[in-house]
């Protein structure tokens, strides 16, 4: 059975200092991976996939499938960033697109 | 549309009483699932219907809970005799099964079982 795992509960940054939340999975396949975000009193959203190999706030995420790892990124943190942050993978069709979560990492950025 | 809704936002009962959850996802998407959160952990699947049809329940849905989605459109979520345990945050998503793989979740509904 697949598996996310997010090693760190908290993280607590100051502002303007980079920040990484660590991802590792485990999936015999090839899975899709993402990164949703909750903010305070909102609901769970989407950021980022590994697909789009975009940017999104500032964030980025590149899947090393050697490592079986999707660790999020972003170089400059902001107020605004502080959240919940989940990991989740998906083994497409296979599973009927179902979602499998980490525990979450909450980030803290302080002024 | 604004998203997928869900009702009541706040449950409050008794150990042994019947619960029922609603969820209306977004109007043209054909898949609906149902997670559930524990505190100080990541959603976990439930179960998933595409259209009316429930095609997968987790080992986590006990006989104790039923889901449904009679017409392909909103979904039920029912817990029979709660338990303390069952105490979590339900939560719904809906998305289509074409185009983007993205999954759209409502608000959740925080059942607290006494």
């Known amino acids: 059975a697949q598996r996310v795992t997010q090693p760190e509960k908290l993280l607590s940054v100051f502002k303007g200092a980079p920040v990484e939340l660590k991802c590792n999975y485990s999936y015999s396949g090839s899975p899709e991976l993402f990164w949703y975000v909750q903010y305070s009193r909102q609901r769970l959203q989407l950021l980022l996939r590994?697909?789009s190999r975009e940017s999104i706030k500032g964030f980025t995420a590149d899947l090393n499938k050697g490592e079986t790892s999707f660790h999020l990124k972003k170089p400059f943190a902001q107020e605004e960033d502080s959240a919940m942050y989940y990991c989740a993978l998906d083994v497409l069709k296979a599973a009927g697109n179902k979602l499998t979560f980490g525990g979450g990492t909450r980030v803290l950025v302080k002024p | 549309d604004t998203g997928v809704s869900q009702d009541p936002r706040h449950k409050i009962t008794k150990r042994g009483q019947n619960v029922t959850f609603r969820c209306d996802p977004i109007?043209?998407?054909?898949?609906l699932y149902w997670y559930r959160q524990t505190l100080g952990q990541g959603p976990e699947f439930l179960t998933y219907?595409?259209?009316?049809?429930?095609?997968?329940k987790s080992r986590l849905l006990s006989d104790r809970f039923s889901a449904e989605r009679p017409k392909g459109s909103f979904s039920t979520l029912e817990i029979q005799r709660t338990e303390q345990g069952d105490s979590a945050m339900y939560l719904c998503?809906?998305?289509?099964?074409?185009?983007?793989?993205?999954?759209?979740f409502g608000p959740g509904t925080r059942l607290t079982v006494l």
């Open positions: 219907f595409q259209n009316e049809a429930q095609l997968e």
């Open positions: 998503a809906s998305k289509s099964s074409q185009g983007d793989n993205e999954q759209f």
């Open positions: 590994h697909i």
């Open positions: 109007s043209e998407h054909n898949r």
